[in-house]
């Protein structure tokens, strides 16, 4: 049976039982208003872990002061019923207050070129909160292992550094962008999407999939990809392009040329949700 706990004490005294059962321990972190590409986390950690924890928090010290903190969509309710379905032990739902007291003043931050560029360059201190959040998440649930979607590229890459740099004691699992049918990576901002808009959305990932396929047909201009896609998503009435790069898909450093794998990035408004999407490729 499912157990949810909004207090850091409660949680840890379940866990710490668990752990002297020698069970082995896991953590999805989320926002909440779960959809596929977190159940794909989830099924994930069922497989490999006697535990999953779910932590469901909007986290307000990664949004920026005009960012969408307020409006992000919430509905704990079916989290739960969805996270119950999937066989989920604990749903840890804090309160701002339980995991930021008044009086809180300490944050992790980075001084790798890794949070400066994409979404860095554009979410001013948005790492520096997901940094601060999960290590106190890490903290709280202790896990083995902890589960992260690829849609969030370059997230995945400044926790792993983290946790390198830091030497956390826990392994980070990345897992696969989950789409719909027609291309469009799942994310709870989709929903902000009108009927026309979602339609105009799927120039993203078409996009990316057919920048792919021309440099595995050989090109290797790094500006002809950026600005064949820039070219396709202009054609979209709602668009306005934050970023859309192609980098190391190790370092997420610059490049002069496609001659190693790449991540091509991107971000976008369509309407009032701000997309991200990748795509990469091993040349
Ligand atoms: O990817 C997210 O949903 C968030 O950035 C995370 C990792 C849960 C931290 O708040």
């Known amino acids: 049976m499912m157990q949810s706990f909004a207090k850091i004490s409660d949680l840890r005294k379940v866990l710490k039982n668990e752990r002297m059962n020698g069970k082995s321990i896991s953590l999805v972190p989320t926002m909440g208003f779960l959809h596929e590409g977190h159940m794909s986390l989830i099924k994930e950690a069922r497989k490999k872990n006697d535990i999953v924890v779910v932590s469901i928090f909007v986290n307000p010290t990664q949004f920026g002061p005009n960012e969408d903190l307020e409006t992000y969509p919430r509905d704990l309710e079916k989290d739960s019923i969805l996270c119950e379905k999937e066989g989920v032990d604990y749903i840890f739902n804090p309160t701002v207050n339980e995991m930021y007291l008044d009086d809180y003043a300490t944050f992790v ?47 995945v890459a400044v926790i792993k550094k983290m946790v390198n740099d830091l030497s956390f004691n826990v392994e980070i699992v990345d897992c696969e962008i989950v789409r719909e049918e027609d291309g469009l990576a799942l994310s709870s901002r989709n929903t902000y999407l009108t009927k026309e808009q979602r339609i105009d959305a799927l120039v993203l990932s078409r ?52 001659n190693r794998d790449v991540v091509i990035a991107l971000a976008v408004n369509i309407g009032k949700p701000r997309l991200i999407d990748n795509i990469i490729v091993e040349v």
Not at 131 to 137: E, F, N, W
Not at 247 to 255: F, G, H, R
């Open 109 to 155: 931050d980075t001084t790798s070129n890794i949070t400066n560029r994409l979404c860095g360059a554009s979410r001013d201190g948005h790492f520096r909160g997901v940094m601060s959040v999960v290590t106190k998440l890490f903290n709280i649930v202790n896990p083995d292992r902890a589960y992260f979607g690829r849609k969030d590229y370059q997230q």
């Open 207 to 258: 996009s990316l999939k057919e920048a792919k396929e021309e440099i595995l047909k050989g090109e290797r201009n790094k500006e002809k990809i950026v600005n064949g896609i820039l070219d396709k998503i202009s054609k979209v009435t709602y668009s306005i392009v934050d970023y859309v790069e192609v980098l190391d898909a190790k370092t997420l450093e610059d490049i002069e040329e496609i």
